[in-house]
């Protein structure tokens, strides 16, 4: 549905889980604006793309994120080295879930933010997601130990998603390791031709599996970050690099 906003007052409003695409903002004020956990390809300012700026910086402060980008997306050898790399990141990643207190785990930052373990929970889903629905293209119900994003919806294939409220960080890395384990075996598996299978009819914009998979591993990364942040841990970035 359009809608025309002509000298409103929208300050101080929250927009959460709607749709904005194709939306212009003329002459307006914009100062503290905030946007997080939205989509933005092809979006704006004055002209100028944002996703490849924001892109760009966030490669400049984590090194890792240039290294787990492929030159050439459709070629099976370097998604497969990029795995690689990336398990021993998300290794890394579980040693510290397993060495970090239960009450760091579940502190939240802010009244309307995650705490650390349910972003390991969206982790958890986002890959089930991937793996189990975009990929597989199986009929089995995503797992209940997932964290939704706000945009989608708790039914059909989600409907069980965050049923299992459970807070044992053990039992959700075990749930999400068994999810993993189809990941790798289907990048184990990997051809050329596979990679640029469509995958248009059920994903959200990636298109083809080549791009689902990269996306997966970026997606993956910036959401560890965060829970890295959150516990206050500072990455050495120099185990990870590829040589």
């Not at 929250?14 to 939306?23: A, K």
């Not at 706000?150 to 075990?174: A, F, P, W, Y």
């Not at 059920?202 to 890295?228: K, N, P, S, T, Y």
């Amino acid at each position: 549905m359009s809608q025309k906003f002509v000298n409103a007052n929208l300050q101080n409003s929250v927009f959460d889980n709607v749709d904005l695409s194709d939306t212009v903002i003329k002459g307006s004020n914009l100062s503290n604006f905030s946007i997080t956990g939205s989509k933005i390809t092809g979006l704006k300012i004055n002209g100028i793309e944002i996703k490849p700026l924001i892109e760009a910086e966030m490669e400049k402060k984590d090194p890792v994120r240039t290294q787990l980008k492929a030159n050439n997306i459709y070629s099976t050898q370097e998604i497969k080295e990029i795995f690689v790399k990336f398990e021993e990141l998300r290794q890394e990643f579980y040693k510290l879930l397993f060495n970090t207190t239960q009450d760091l785990l579940i502190k939240k930052p802010k009244n309307n933010e995650w705490s650390a373990i349910k972003l390991v929970k969206h982790l958890l889903f986002s890959e089930d997601l991937r793996i189990n629905y975009w990929l597989l293209r199986n009929e089995k119900k995503l797992s209940s130990y997932g964290q939704l994003p706000s945009h989608i919806k708790q039914e059909g294939r989600c409907e069980l998603v965050g049923t299992n409220k459970t807070t044992d960080i053990k039992e959700i890395l075990n749930e999400w390791q068994n999810i993993h384990g189809q990941m790798m075996i289907y990048v184990e598996n990997l051809t050329d031709s596979k990679l640029k299978m469509s995958t248009k009819d059920v994903d959200m914009g990636q298109g083809d599996v080549a791009h689902i998979l990269q996306d997966f591993v970026l997606h993956e990364l910036d959401h560890i970050r965060q829970v890295e942040g959150l516990i206050k841990v500072k990455t050495d970035y120099s185990k990870f690099e590829i040589k």
